[in-house]
C-alpha cells in the first residue's frame, strides 16, 4: 500500500525523528525506549519523559493498541485536495500496549464501528521515497497475538 501517487503534504523530519519514519517504510514499528527506567517515549525527544535520562534507543515496539479517543474528519484537511479519497478520515490517540499515547490515523473501519476500547493493530503505509507512516486498523478477534492480556 502507498500513498507516493499523491502530493499530500509529508512530516517534516529531522535528525531525532527520522528512525521512526525509516523503520515505517521498511514496515516496522519502532518507539524510543529508555535505557534506565524502560518507559517508551512518543513523540521521539533528546531525553525520556518519565526520568529524564538520554539514554534511549530505537527498539521494535508492540503493534498494538487500544483507541482512547477519536474524531471522524469529513472535510478536507489543511486544504489539500489529495486527501478526498480518504474521506471520512478516523483520526485516533492510540494507547499502545506499550505504554505511550499516539496520534494516529485508523483505516478499514466504517465511522459508525470505530468506539473507545476498539482493539487495532499497525499497518505502515509509505509516504515518501524514504519515509512511511504508522497507521491503524481494527484488530480481528481471532488474533490472539493482540489480545491485551496475551504474553
Ligand atoms: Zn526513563
Not at 42 to 66: M, N, Q, Y
Not at 75 to 89: D, F, G, H, Y
Not at 125 to 142: H, M, N, Q, T
Request: charged share 25%; glycine share 6%; with cysteine.
Amino acid at each position: 500500500m502507498t500513498d507516493l501517487s499523491t502530493s499530500k503534504p509529508l512530516p517534516t523530519i529531522t535528525d531525532l525523528t527520522r528512525p521512526f519514519w525509516s523503520a515505517a517504510k521498511n514496515g516496522r514499528f519502532v518507539l524510543q525506549k529508555c535505557g534506565r527506567c524502560a518507559t517508551f517515549n512518543f513523540h521521539p525527544k533528546p531525553w525520556c519523559i518519565e526520568c529524564g535520562s538520554r539514554d534511549l534507543s530505537w527498539v521494535d515496539a508492540k503493534p498494538f493498541g487500544t483507541v482512547y479517543s477519536h474524531t471522524v474528519s469529513r472535510n478536507v484537511a489543511m486544504n489539500s485536495p489529495e486527501w478526498q479519497s480518504e474521506i471520512p478520515l478516523l483520526m485516533c490517540l492510540i494507547d499502545l500496549d506499550d505504554g505511550a499515547r499516539m496520534y494516529a490515523q485508523v483505516t478499514d473501519c466504517r465511522p459508525e464501528d470505530l468506539h473507545i476500547g476498539m482493539r487495532v493493530e499497525v499497518h505502515c503505509v509509505d509516504i515518501s521515497e524514504d519515509a512511511g507512516i504508522p497507521k491503524f486498523r481494527p484488530l480481528v478477534a481471532s488474533a490472539k497475538a493482540g489480545a491485551p492480556d496475551a504474553a
